[in-house]
């Protein structure tokens, strides 16, 4: 079987099981997260768990939709009961999407405004960027021009950046292009920020490396590089030199992708049933919104949690967070044991 009717059978299979599968195995826990007062939850853009295995990391789009003309901190660290321990970020972006935590503990945010916004943040100088901060909120580095849209062949710049990943050895991959009209590929740079290449076309074909709305990005402990391909509505799966080797199609259209260390996958959905026309097509009945979880060495899916959260990561002990840009809060989803 070849690996392209591999993964169409994956995908007939779930289709079948997941109608009547519930959330067992976690339970929901609402206000786990304790804003400083007077603060609340705008978008949730990003979650990711902190090396020490004591606090998870936050991203919230300031208390809004937006970072410009905000002076609220964006970036928050929690320890594991939910307390603040740290919150910093103000003035940086103006519409931070894609969160990273390297395993030095230092804190990667793509900013990539798009339309309007983008006007907008060109005009402030502010956008199109991505930034690596120490866990104390010092800038580092920063990848792009700020405000400058660079086109699909761009070095320099991006356009509508949507994620970062490190890879252990700190070569560093941006995912360059978010919704409509921005660039579909994988930038790759050295870990002092050089250009090394990119790959990746817009197309909504099944040739590799096509690309639509990519939203998510993450490594396996083989050093394998998934990309979430959301509206082309899989997950495609690359060496890490973008050779093309093989793609999922039965984790829904993903909006994020967690991988922890045992290789646990964790993919949200938040397109099914409500995907914009722009898409072109939508999941049949059987399907469902939530964050599936499963083998990333076999792509086998172990379970289902019905959710609106758009990003999502775990701890240590295999609770799930989810981030949520609509709702605008955050939810752990406990494990139970």
Same mark, same amino acid.
């Given at each position: 079987?070849?690996?392209?009717?591999?993964?169409?059978?994956?995908?007939?299979?779930?289709?079948?099981?997941?109608?009547?599968?519930?959330?067992?195995?976690?339970?929901?826990?609402?206000?786990?997260?304790?804003?400083?007062?007077?603060?609340?939850?705008?978008?949730?853009?990003?979650?990711?768990?902190?090396?020490?295995?004591?606090?998870?990391?936050?991203?919230?789009?300031?208390?809004?939709?937006?970072?410009?003309?905000?002076?609220?901190?964006?970036?928050?660290?929690?320890?594991?009961?939910?307390?603040?321990?740290?919150?910093?970020?103000?003035?940086? +972006?103006?519409? #931070?999407?894609?969160?990273? /935590?390297?395993?030095? $503990?230092?804190?990667? !945010?793509? @900013? =990539?405004?798009?339309?309007?916004?983008?006007?907008?943040?060109?005009?402030?100088?502010?956008?199109?960027?991505?930034?690596?901060?120490?866990?104390?909120?010092?800038?580092?580095?920063?990848?792009?021009?700020?405000?400058?849209?660079?086109?699909?062949?761009?070095?320099?710049? +991006?356009?509508? #950046?949507?994620?970062?990943? /490190?890879?252990?050895? $700190?070569?560093?991959? !941006?995912? @360059? =292009?978010?919704?409509?009209?921005?660039?579909?590929?994988?930038?790759?740079?050295?870990?002092?920020?050089?250009?090394?290449?990119?790959?990746?076309?817009?197309?909504?074909?099944?040739?590799?490396?096509?690309?639509?709305?990519?939203?998510?990005?993450?490594?396996?402990?083989?050093?394998?590089?998934?990309?979430?391909?959301?509206?082309?509505?899989?997950?495609?799966?690359?060496?890490? @030199? =973008?050779?093309?080797?093989?793609?999922?199609?039965?984790?829904?259209?993903?909006?994020?992708?967690?991988?922890?260390?045992?290789?646990?996958?964790?993919?949200?959905?938040?397109?099914?049933?409500?995907?914009?026309?722009?898409?072109?097509?939508?999941?049949?009945?059987?399907?469902?919104?939530?964050?599936?979880?499963?083998?990333?060495?076999?792509?086998?899916?172990?379970?289902?949690?019905?959710?609106?959260?758009?990003?999502?990561?775990?701890?240590?002990?295999?609770?799930?967070?989810?981030?949520?840009?609509?709702?605008?809060?955050?939810?752990?989803?406990?494990?139970?044991?």
């Amino acid at each position: 079987m070849n690996l392209a009717s591999r993964a169409l059978l994956l995908g007939a299979l779930f289709a079948v099981e997941v109608a009547a599968q519930p959330a067992g195995g976690y339970r929901a826990v609402s206000g786990w997260a304790k804003l400083p007062a007077g603060r609340s939850w705008g978008a949730v853009t990003g979650v990711f768990p902190d090396p020490d295995g004591q606090h998870m990391w936050v991203l919230d789009r300031c208390g809004a939709n937006s970072c410009l003309d905000s002076d609220l901190d964006p970036i928050f660290r929690f320890d594991l009961e939910g307390n603040v321990v740290s919150n910093f970020g103000a003035g940086l +972006f103006a519409w #931070p999407h894609g969160f990273f /935590v390297d395993r030095a $503990g230092q804190v990667w !945010v793509a @900013d =990539g405004p798009t339309g309007a916004l983008a006007e907008a943040a060109s005009v402030q100088k502010k956008g199109q960027q991505v930034f690596k901060l120490s866990s104390d909120g010092v800038v580092l580095m920063t990848l792009g021009l700020a405000g400058v849209v660079g086109g699909p062949a761009a070095e320099d710049s +991006f356009n509508a #950046p949507s994620d970062v990943l /490190v890879a252990p050895d $700190g070569v560093i991959y !941006v995912l @360059d =292009g978010h919704g409509e009209g921005g660039n579909n590929r994988v930038v790759q740079f050295t870990p002092d920020g050089r250009f090394v290449r990119s790959w990746g076309t817009g197309g909504p074909g099944p040739a590799a490396g096509e690309l639509s709305d990519p939203h998510a990005i993450a490594m396996d402990s083989q050093g394998r590089i998934f990309v979430g391909d959301r509206r082309n509505i899989r997950i495609q799966i690359f060496d890490r @030199d =973008g050779r093309f080797l093989e793609h999922w199609s039965h984790f829904g259209p993903p909006s994020s992708i967690y991988i922890d260390e045992h290789d646990v996958i964790y993919v949200t959905d938040t397109q099914t049933g409500a995907l914009p026309s722009w898409y072109g097509q939508r999941r049949g009945d059987g399907w469902l919104r939530g964050i599936r979880v499963g083998n990333a060495r076999t792509g086998e899916v172990t379970a289902f949690i019905p959710s609106e959260a758009e990003f999502v990561a775990s701890d240590g002990a295999g609770n799930v967070y989810g981030a949520h840009v609509p709702g605008a809060t955050l939810t752990k989803y406990e494990r139970i044991q």
